[in-house]
């Protein structure tokens, strides 16, 4: 466990600092004025004393980002995996609780809204079974896609985006295995869009910004369950469907890495009201889910 630093949020008897993007406000408030963190997140890590070592999740719209996490925070709170996952306020357990009840539903949650103050977050606390003092943060809003897209068209459009990325000490980045193989082009660009930003966010503008970045990256195709050459080699499968987007990872990042995810084991084809057809969870099965988690946690 690292020891207290300077960049350890700070508190004081009336004021809180953010842990995301360091704005100072009032300690009643529930929330950071600037980037809507939830202001229980600051206090708990100012309390544990430590700077934080955040670990954040991004990815196109689609690419399945709330359930992923939601099933990942289940798995982390239960228990039973190398690692075990503290999730730290009511507001933290609305993502896991909204995906798991979905499911048991036969359906999926329902997608992100736009809006930055209507982003649920999450802040869980992971440590390795065998070394419980080691702890690392997952800290992340769950972003909306389009809102990704935007920002990376238009930086600084939600500046929260950027506040939680340059905190990051590592990412998850999620891509929908399905929508790669059938429209990889697509993905391919967006994929290129996303790491030339992340670059940016860690390196700046500075003389090095030509040098490989050490945050490490684990990149996930999920749905994988029903796009079998995902998971059987997920490397092999970014490469001939976003080889742009690998290119971009060799050059900018010198840790990532390729995984593939599953959390449904069975489909169903079902019409909406409205007429629209979806697709129903009919068995779940997870697969994935927590080894980009215990990848990221060797390297930060």
Known sequence: MTTATSNSPRTSTSKVECVCCEESFA??????????????????????G???????????????????????????????CSLRGLPNGPFSLAVQQETIRALEQQRFPE?????????????????PAKRPKRIVDIVTPDLAGESIALELEHEETYPVIQSVIRKSAGLLVLFDSA????????EDIFGMKLVSYLAKQFRGEGPLRWRRTKV???IIYTKADSCPEAMEDPEEFAMATMPGFVQGCERHFARHRFFASGIVGSYAMGVDGYGRRQHMPLHVEP????????WLMEQV
């Open 27 to 48: 300690k009643h408030n529930l929330y950071c004025p600037k980037c809507h963190a939830p202001a229980e997140v600051s206090s708990v890590v100012a309390e544990r």
């Open 50 to 80: 430590a700077p934080p070592q955040f670990i954040s999740v991004i990815g196109p719209s689609g690419a399945g980002k709330t359930v992923y996490l939601g099933m990942l925070l289940d798995m982390l709170s239960q228990g039973k």
């Open 111 to 127: 997608k992100t809204p736009s809006e930055a103050d209507q982003w649920r977050w999450v802040h869980c606390e992971v440590a």
């Open 179 to 186: 929508q790669a193989r059938e429209d990889g082009r697509t």
């Open 216 to 218: 490490p990256i684990a």
């Open 287 to 294: 697969r994935g889910i927590i080894e980009p988690l215990e």
